[in-house]
């Protein structure tokens, strides 16, 4: 009796990481989409040192956007660009998590406020080296520095570990 009471709660527990696993999914795409667009479109329009001014434009709106009355999303880092982006307490040791392992598995974390979260790695490809490797065009490097004087978010290299896409259910 005891046995199967444990497993009936394992599984509605396993279902529901399950359940929050998809809807973080959901949640995430139309973000990944709208961030993605609005940063190959303001390089084709202005170049990549001007589009470092539409992503200080667009990307806030885009992840404003996306949050709903049930959920909140957006992305943070321990080496941020946009302060708005600094991690909050709960995302401490999520991203500790990924820096130690470089593991790029999602994650469903219940926080101790009871609500819960979910949140996917992000790791950087050759175009995003543009605006957060180790060499920058002197352009690039001179609009950094005006739009973001404490920018903590250069220096990676490709397939590094960048930061973390999250989404928290109320
Ligand atoms: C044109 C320059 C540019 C390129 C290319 C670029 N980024 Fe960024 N990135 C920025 C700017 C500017 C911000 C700050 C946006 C804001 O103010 O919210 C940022 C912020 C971020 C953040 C949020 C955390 C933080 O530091 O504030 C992540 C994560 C991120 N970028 C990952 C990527 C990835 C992954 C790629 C490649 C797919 C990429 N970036 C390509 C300019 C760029």
Known sequence: MKLIITLGLLTSVYTQEANYSELGKKALKPLKMGLMKELKQGIKTHGVSGAIGTCQLKAPVVTE?????S??????????????????????DVLKSYETTASKDSQVIRLKTGETAYVEPIYLKGLCLNCHGAKLSKSVESELAKLYPNDKAKGYKANDFRGIFWVKFK
């Not at 959920?71 to 401490?92: C, F, I």
């Open 65 to 69: 956007e996306v949050s709903t009355p």
């Open 71 to 92: 959920y909140t999303v957006g992305r943070s880092s321990s080496k941020y660009r946009n302060p708005k982006n600094k991690p909050q307490a709960w995302m401490e």
